[in-house]
């Protein structure tokens, strides 16, 4: 099993920039796939941004060339850097990591955008 604990959180102008973290205990986290998911308010919850357990990434559409996710493996850590913040972009973020099917999540963390 994966336990994950999102942070990094809070308040940004547009255009600003944040950074969240995902802390994950448990064995085995270098063979997971670890994504970062957003719901926002009214809507289903969508993948933002994944790395692979081979270090690749792949990206939603509408945060390409804005967000970049990374891991460490040694530290058991996901970051996801988000740069020129938009007002759409406010959601409750979540971690996620998966392997063979199975899936696990953070409790979440909120991101509001707004001036």
């Known amino acids: 099993q994966l336990q994950l604990v999102e942070s990094g959180g809070g308040l940004v102008h547009p255009g600003g920039s944040l950074r969240l973290s995902c802390a994950a205990s448990g064995m085995f986290f270098r063979l997971y796939h670890m994504g970062w998911y957003r719901r926002a308010p009214g809507k289903q919850r969508d993948l933002v941004a994944v790395v692979y357990n081979n270090g690749s990434t792949d990206y939603a559409d509408s945060v390409k060339g804005r967000f970049t996710i990374s891991r460490d493996n040694a530290k058991k850590l996901v970051t996801l850097q988000m740069n020129s913040l938009k007002s759409e972009d406010t959601a409750v973020y979540y971690c996620?990591?998966?392997?063979?099917?199975?899936?696990?999540w953070g409790q979440g963390t909120q991101i509001t955008v707004s001036s």
């Open positions: 996620n990591g998966e392997r063979l099917g199975s899936d696990y």
